[in-house]
């Protein structure tokens, strides 16, 4: 019996000691991300509408260095996005890749010893897109030779960590990416650039791994 109480006392000391967001940890998330442009252009043609984006869900990682036990360092990688444009009266027209890394600063509330650590960021996001392609819609309206211009912007996020144990955390976050692309296609012999923004929220779901 008193083994097992000193058992319990030892378990209960341990658990207490969060401690996985400490200066100069590093720690490893992994899990769901999912892009929800909130897109918008002006008439894409004349007489047709605005570019629409639909969402979509890839692997995030994320990599997070603690420099004190409350400021962090973040980058974000994904596997490649794939969304599919449409306008407005046609319909689906195209696909377009994209991979969105974004560097940020971050502030963690709480100490070391905390089993959960809400945090907000504020960094720069880098989205380079490629594979931009017509569907045969758009071919078949006369439509070829798509890209879009990459973008720099400000990005903000909003998260919170919860320690299992000393390693291993779960995680959710929110992000706002300020996307903004140049549309170049052209449209018979015409060419033509619609600015647009993607401006996507992320949502990311993830389990995290203290090295
Ligand atoms: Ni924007």
């Given at each position: 019996m008193?083994?097992f ?7 209960s000391?341990?658990?207490g000691v969060?401690a996985a967001h400490?200066?100069?940890e590093?720690?490893l998330?992994?899990?769901s991300?999912t892009v929800?442009?909130t897109?918008?252009?002006g ?5 047709l509408?605005s570019?629409n ?7 995030g990682?994320t990599f997070?260095?603690?420099?004190t036990?409350?400021v962090?360092?973040?980058l974000?990688?994904a ?17 377009v890749?994209h991979?969105?890394?974004s560097l940020m ?7 070391s010893?905390?089993?959960?650590r809400p945090y907000?960021?504020?960094g720069?996001?880098y989205?380079n897109?490629f594979n931009?392609?017509?569907n045969?819609?758009?071919k078949g309206?006369?439509?070829?030779d798509l890209?879009?211009?990459?973008s720099?912007?400000?990005?903000g996020?909003v ?12 995680n959710?976050?929110l992000?706002y990416m300020d996307?903004?692309t ?9 060419r033509?650039s619609v600015?647009?923004?993607?401006d996507?929220?992320?949502f990311?779901?993830?389990a995290?791994?203290?090295?």
């Amino acid at each position: 019996m008193k083994k097992f109480a000193v058992a319990l006392l030892a378990l209960s000391c341990f658990s207490g000691v969060a401690a996985a967001h400490e200066a100069g940890e590093f720690f490893l998330r992994a899990g769901s991300a999912t892009v929800r442009p909130t897109a918008g252009s002006g008439s894409v043609l004349p007489g047709l509408g605005s570019f629409n984006v639909n969402n979509n869900t890839q692997l995030g990682l994320t990599f997070t260095y603690m420099a004190t036990d409350n400021v962090g360092i973040e980058l974000l990688a994904a596997t490649p996005f794939r969304h599919r444009v449409g306008v407005g009266g046609v319909g689906e027209i195209a696909t377009v890749n994209h991979l969105p890394p974004s560097l940020m600063a971050q502030w963690y509330f709480g100490n070391s010893s905390s089993k959960a650590r809400p945090y907000v960021g504020v960094g720069v996001n880098y989205t380079n897109f490629f594979n931009e392609k017509f569907n045969s819609t758009g071919k078949g309206a006369g439509l070829s030779d798509l890209s879009l211009s990459d973008s720099w912007g400000v990005a903000g996020q909003v998260g919170i960590d919860y320690l299992i144990n000393r390693d291993w955390l779960i995680n959710a976050s929110l992000w706002y990416m300020d996307i903004d692309t140049d549309v170049k296609f052209k449209a018979g012999e015409e060419r033509h650039s619609v600015s647009t923004r993607i401006d996507p929220w992320v949502f990311m779901f993830s389990a995290g791994y203290r090295f």
